[in-house]
T-cell receptor
Framework: GQNIDQPTEMTATEGAIVQINCTYQ??????LFWYQQHAGEAPTFLSY????GLEEKGRFSSFLSRSKGYSYLLLKELQMKDSASYLC????????????FGKGTTLSVSS | EAQVTQNPRYLITVTGKKLTVTCSQN?????MSWYRQDPGLGLRQIYY???????DKGDVPEGYKVSRKEKRNFPLILESPSPNQTSLYFC?????????????FGPGTRLTVL
């Protein structure tokens, strides 16, 4: 079966670094996505990993280890506007659909 | 501008009154999908479509219907809405279901069924 786990909530302060973890179990892994979603708004694409290693994009980086079924999203120099939910989603070749989403991690950034 | 549009954005209705939420994309995407999002449950897929006239059930299809007569449109139909279908609904599309093709989401439709 398929299973994606993320922490439900995290808190951090402005200027800090936070790491949001995601573990997954799928039959036919074919890539992992991270999305950001502000309350009441649509999810927006942040990053995509299909090979092991770190992908850096400005203040955000995403890491993947396929052998461990593990990914993390690293947010640096946190800003208040980074308060949002972060969704981990896995592409599974055998699922018959595009993406399987985790339940999301709600990040609260305080001053 | 490349986008996914949904209408209406907000809807309050009563039990049993049929309704349709429209979804349209202008990116010539093959794949389209409907999700509902509820607190603590995350995004759950209702139906998806790989191409015109090809649709399939997601995780929570009961009480919903879809159609894909044209590539750009993928309406969600609630024949007899019930209060447990009160939710935030998102339509999404992607070029394909392979590689790094990300899904683009519509702005959402907040539905309340009384």
């Amino acid at each position: 079966g398929q299973n994606i786990d993320q922490p439900t909530e995290m808190t951090a302060t402005e200027g800090a670094i936070v790491q949001i973890n995601c573990t997954y179990q799928t039959s036919g892994f074919n890539g992992l996505f991270w999305y950001q979603q502000h309350a009441g708004e649509a999810p927006t694409f942040l990053s995509y990993n299909v090979l092991d290693g770190l992908e850096e994009k400005g203040r955000f980086s995403s890491f993947l280890s396929r052998s461990k079924g593990y990914s993390y999203l690293l947010l640096k120099e946190l800003q208040m506007k980074d308060s949002a939910s972060y969704l981990c989603a896995v592409r599974d070749n055998q699922a018959g659909t595009a993406l399987i989403f985790g339940k999301g991690t709600t990040l609260s950034v305080s001053s | 501008e490349a986008q996914v549009t949904q209408n209406p954005r907000y809807l309050i209705t009563v039990t049993g009154k049929k309704l349709t939420v429209t979804c349209s994309q202008n990116m010539n995407h093959e794949y389209m999908s409907w999700y509902r999002q509820d607190p603590g449950l995350g995004l759950r897929q209702i139906y998806y479509s790989m191409n015109v006239e090809v649709t399939d059930k997601g995780d929570v299809p009961e009480g919903y219907k879809v159609s894909r007569k044209e590539k750009r449109n993928f309406p969600l139909i609630l024949e007899s809405p019930s209060p447990n279908q009160t939710s935030l609904y998102f339509c999404a599309s992607s070029l394909s279901v392979g590689g790094g093709d990300t899904q683009y989401f519509g702005p959402g439709t907040r539905l309340t069924v009384l």
